[in-house]
C-alpha cells in the first residue's frame, strides 16, 4: 500500500464535520477494502515516514484514496519535536497555567501551541493532560491542572478551544483515573463510582461539553478490574452515549492488546499502531469477533478528523509564543508568604542569589512533555537584566558547581526520570560563607528545586520532605541574615508541592515559581521587583506533612521495586497482587485535596486557592438568584490597597445533603479580574447549573440535585471565603 505523508501547514476556521464532509466520508469509507479500513485505524510508525523529528505518532495515509497521513505530537507545555531549523517554546506547566485562574489566558497558550503545531505541520497536539492531582507525589502532576475537576476542567476547555481555534485538534489524555506512575501500565485504579463520576471522569466531561476536543487519549492503566481501553462502558457508553463525543479516541501508546476488544470498545485509532494490529483486526471482522460496523465506526472518525485537518485554512490570528509563555508564567506565580512586606525588592539591593536552581533554572518536567526549547532565562539573568546587583562570588560558586554537576551524571540522585536533563543534588555551603554573605549582600535569596516526570512518582525523602543540605542552607541562612537585620526569601522552582511547615517560619518571603517555562527569569523578576503584582492562587493543597491528605497510603509513596514501562506488560494474577503496585484502592472517596481538608477541619499548609498579593481586595453587593435550571450570582471586587493588580475568586457551595454525604465546600465556578487600579472595582458574574451542583447517586446510578439550602461562598482561598449568599432549592 502506497503512503503519502505530505503535511499540511494549513490552518482551519471551522470545527465539526459538516454534511459536505459527512458524504465525502461516506463515499471514501465505500471504496475502501477490509485491509485499508484496518490499516487507518492503526498508526503507522513515524520512524518509516518523512515527518517532522520527533513526532510521536502518525495516521496511515492511503494515496489511492486521497486520504493524508495526519501527524501528532506531544506535549501540553510546548511541542515535543527536535529542533531542526528552529527550537519550539516552552510554556508553564499545567500547576503554573491553572494557578493564573485566567481561562482567557490559558486559551491563548492552546492557541500558541497549536500555532507552532500547524506550522510545524502537526495536525493533532497530544495534549492537555488533565488528570486529577489525586496525590502530590504523582510523577506527571506536573502536566495536570488541579485537584478540582471544575478548574481543571475549564481551563482545559479553555487549552482547547484556543488550540482548535488555529486548526489544530488537540487531545484530552489520559481517559480515565490514571493518577500515578509506578506501574502505569498494569495498575488497576479501584475506585467508587460515585469519585469516579465526580472527580476523575468529571473534567473529561466538562471537556467535550464546553470545548468538543478533535480527539481523546484512552490511558494506560486498568480501571476496576479492565484496561480502560477496552471498557466499552467508559469509551462508548459514558463518553460517547452520555456525553455525547462524536471525536477520535486513540489509545495512550500501548503495545499490542486485545486489539478487537480495543476497537469494540470505542478506540478509534490505536497508537502507536504495530502491522500485527492490523492484521489482528482483518482477522477478527472475518471471524465475526468485531463487527464490520464497529470497524466502520471508528473508520468514520479517522476520516473525519483527517480531513478537517488536511482542509483547513491559515487563519489570521497573531499570537506571539514568547510574549504568551511569559505572561502566563507571571501570572502563575503564587506569593505565599511576605512578611513585613519583604518583596517586591528595590532594584538597589545587593542579593545573595543561592541555589542550583537560581543558575540552572528549571523550565519544565521530563518525559512526553518535555520541550527542548534551547534555553531557558535563569533567575540569576532575569534578576540581573533588571538591574539587581547578584553576588558576584555566589554566582562563580553556582556556575563552576553546574558546569562540574553536568558533566559528572553521579551527582544526580531521584530526579532523573527517564527522558529529559538531570537536576543536580544542592550544594552544601558553609556557615563562615553564610556569614560573610550576610555581611556584604542586603537580602538573600535561595532556590529549592523539584523535577518530576513520567515513568516513576516522587518520593518522600529528599524530594517531598527537604534534604538535609537543603534544610541546612535555609537554617543557616537565616540565623546569618536575621542576625544582620536582614531578610531571607525563598524561590520554589518546583514540579509540585514540597512540605513548608518545618521551616516556613525561618524565612520571610516564599514564592512559588513552578516550572514556569523558558522564559522562567524574567517572570520571576518581574514579580520580585514589583513589575507585574502577583496574583496566581494554588490549584492544589499543600498539606503540612504528607500523611495528613486523604488515601496518603493509597499511594506507592515508598516503592523501590522495579520500574517498568514496557508497553507490552501484562499483569501477572499467578501471584498475589501488590497493594499500590499492582492496584491501588481509591480509599478517599470523593474527598480528594482540599475537599477532605476543610470537611474534615484538619490543618492544611498552603490551601488550595490561596496565594498573595502587593494590593489588597475588598468583596462586596454579593447575589444569587435562580432562573430556571441556573443560580446567577454576582459579586463585587474593589482593589483596596495601592497597587494595581489583578483578584483571582472561586465560588465554593455547600449543598444540602439530600441523602448522600457532601463535602463542606467544592468549586463550582470561579473568574478572575482584569487589572484593576487603586480604588477601582468590577462587578464578576457566574452561572451555574443545577446539574453542576449534583452529586452522583451511586444507589440510583444518576445524579441528583438535593433540595434545600444552598450557600455559595466568594473568594478564592477554600478557608478564608469573603462574603457568602444563600439560595434555596
Ligand atoms: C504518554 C502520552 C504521550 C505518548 C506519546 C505516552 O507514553 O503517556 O502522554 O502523549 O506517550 O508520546
Known amino acids: 500500500m502506497k503512503l503519502l505523508f505530505s503535511l499540511f501547514l494549513t490552518i482551519a476556521l471551522s470545527v465539526g464535520l459538516t454534511a459536505k464532509s459527512d458524504d465525502r466520508v461516506g463515499d471514501v469509507l465505500a471504496k475502501m477494502s477490509l485491509e485499508q479500513k484496518a490499516r487507518l485505524v492503526v498508526g503507522y510508525p513515524p520512524v518509516y515516514a518523512n515527518v517532522p523529528p520527533g513526532t510521536a505518532g502518525i495516521t496511515c495515509g492511503i494515496d489511492s484514496l486521497g486520504i493524508p497521513a495526519i501527524c501528532l505530537a506531544d506535549g501540553p507545555m510546548g511541542l515535543r519535536l527536535r529542533p531542526v531549523n528552529h527550537s519550539f517554546t516552552a510554556y508553564p506547566i499545567g500547576p503554573c497555567l491553572s494557578s493564573t485562574w485566567n481561562a482567557e489566558l490559558v486559551e491563548q497558550v492552546g492557541q500558541s501551541i497549536g500555532r507552532e503545531a500547524a506550522e510545524a505541520g502537526i495536525g493533532v497536539v497530544l495534549a492537555p493532560g488533565i488528570n486529577m492531582m489525586r496525590n502530590p507525589l504523582c510523577g506527571r502532576n506536573f502536566e495536570y491542572y488541579s485537584e478540582d475537576p471544575v478548574l481543571c476542567g475549564e481551563l482545559a476547555s479553555a487549552y482547547v478551544k484556543g488550540m482548535q481555534s488555529e486548526g489544530v485538534g488537540a487531545c484530552v489524555k489520559h481517559f480515565a483515573a490514571n493518577n500515578q506512575e509506578t506501574m502505569r501500565i498494569i495498575g488497576d485504579s479501584r475506585v467508587g463510582e460515585r ?85 489482528d483486526i482483518m482477522d477478527a471482522v472475518q471471524n465475526g469477533t468485531l463487527a464490520e460496523e464497529d470497524l466502520d465506526t471508528a473508520v468514520r472518525r479517522v476520516l473525519g478528523l483527517v480531513f478537517k485537518i488536511s482542509d483547513t485554512e491559515h487563519g489570521t490570528s497573531v499570537v506571539e509564543p514568547a510574549g504568551v509563555s511569559l ?123 523539584r523535577m518530576s516526570g513520567e515513568q516513576k512518582d516522587r518520593v518522600l525523602e529528599d524530594d517531598f520532605y527537604l534534604s538535609n543540605t537543603e534544610r541546612n542552607i535555609i537554617s543557616g541562612l537565616s540565623e546569618a541574615f536575621h542576625a544582620k537585620g536582614k531578610k531571607l526569601i525563598v524561590v520554589l522552582n518546583v514540579c509540585g508541592p514540597v512540605e513548608t511547615a518545618s521551616w516556613k517560619g525561618l524565612v520571610d518571603g516564599i514564592i512559588c515559581v513552578w516550572l514556569p517555562g523558558q522564559y522562567a527569569g524574567r517572570a520571576i523578576a518581574d514579580i520580585v521587583s514589583g513589575t507585574v503584582n502577583p496574583s496566581g492562587r494554588l490549584p492544589m493543597s499543600w498539606p503540612v506533612d504528607y500523611f495528613d491528605i486523604a488515601g496518603a497510603e493509597d499511594f506507592p509513596y515508598d516503592y523501590d521495586g522495579p520500574r517498568s514501562n514496557d508497553a507490552s506488560l501484562k499483569p501477572d494474577f499467578s501471584r498475589p497482587q501488590i497493594r499500590n503496585v499492582d492496584y491501588t484502592d481509591y480509599s478517599e472517596g470523593i474527598y480528594v485535596g482540599y475537599r477532605y481538608f476543610v470537611s474534615s477541619g484538619k490543618c492544611i499548609g498552603f490551601p488550595f486557592g490561596y496565594g498573595l498579593s502587593y494590593t489588597s481586595f475588598s468583596y462586596s453587593a454579593a447575589s444569587a438568584t435562580l432562573r430556571g435550571d441556573k443560580v446567577r450570582l454576582k459579586v463585587r471586587v474593589t482593589n483596596t490597597g495601592d497597587r494595581s493588580g489583578k483578584e483571582s475568586v472561586g465560588v465554593y457551595v455547600h449543598a444540602p445533603m439530600g441523602g448522600l454525604d457532601k463535602p463542606a465546600r467544592e468549586l463550582k465556578s470561579f473568574a478572575k479580574t482584569r487589572l484593576l487600579s487603586p480604588g477601582e472595582s468590577q462587578l464578576l458574574s457566574f452561572e451555574i447549573s443545577l446539574r453542576d451542583l449534583a452529586s452522583f447517586n451511586e444507589a440510583a446510578s444518576e445524579w441528583e440535585t438535593a433540595s434545600g439550602k444552598y450557600e455559595f461562598f466568594f473568594g478564592a482561598d477554600v478557608t478564608r471565603p469573603k462574603l457568602s449568599v444563600v439560595v434555596r432549592l
Open 327 to 449: 505572561e502566563a508564567a507571571r501570572e502563575g506565580l503564587v506569593l505565599l508568604k511576605n512578611e513585613d512586606n519583604v518583596l517586591p525588592l528595590s532594584a538597589s539591593q545587593s542579593v545573595a542569589l543561592l541555589g542550583v536552581g537560581s543558575y540552572d533554572t528549571r523550565g519544565t518536567g521530563h518525559g512526553a512533555a518535555n520541550v527542548e526549547c534551547g534555553y531557558v532565562v535563569s533567575i540569576a539573568d532575569g534578576l540581573e537584566s533588571h538591574g539587581f546587583d547578584i553576588d558576584k562570588e555566589s554566582r562563580g560558586l553556582y556556575g563552576l558547581y553546574v558546569d562540574f554537576a553536568s558533566a559528572d551524571q553521579n551527582l544526580n540522585h531521584w530526579k532523573y526520570a527517564h527522558v529529559g536533563e538531570p537536576l543536580y543534588d544542592e550544594l552544601p555551603l558553609s556557615d563562615s560563607f553564610m556569614s560573610n554573605l550576610a555581611s556584604r549582600c542586603d537580602i538573600a535569596m535561595f532556590t529549592l528545586s
Open 195 to 279: 469519585a469516579l463520576r465526580e472527580i476523575y471522569l468529571r473534567p473529561f466531561e466538562i471537556c467535550v461539553e464546553k470545548a468538543a476536543p478533535w480527539t481523546i487519549m484512552s490511558s494506560y492503566n486498568r480501571l476496576n478490574g479492565p484496561w480502560t481501553q477496552e471498557n466499552r462502558e467508559l469509551l462508548t457508553d459514558i463518553l460517547r452515549g452520555e456525553w455525547g463525543y462524536d471525536g477520535v479516541v486513540m489509545t495512550d501508546w500501548t503495545s499490542r492488546r486485545h486489539t478487537a476488544a480495543q476497537i469494540y470498545a470505542g478506540n478509534d485509532l490505536l497508537e502507536p499502531g504495530e502491522d500485527i494490529q492490523v492484521q
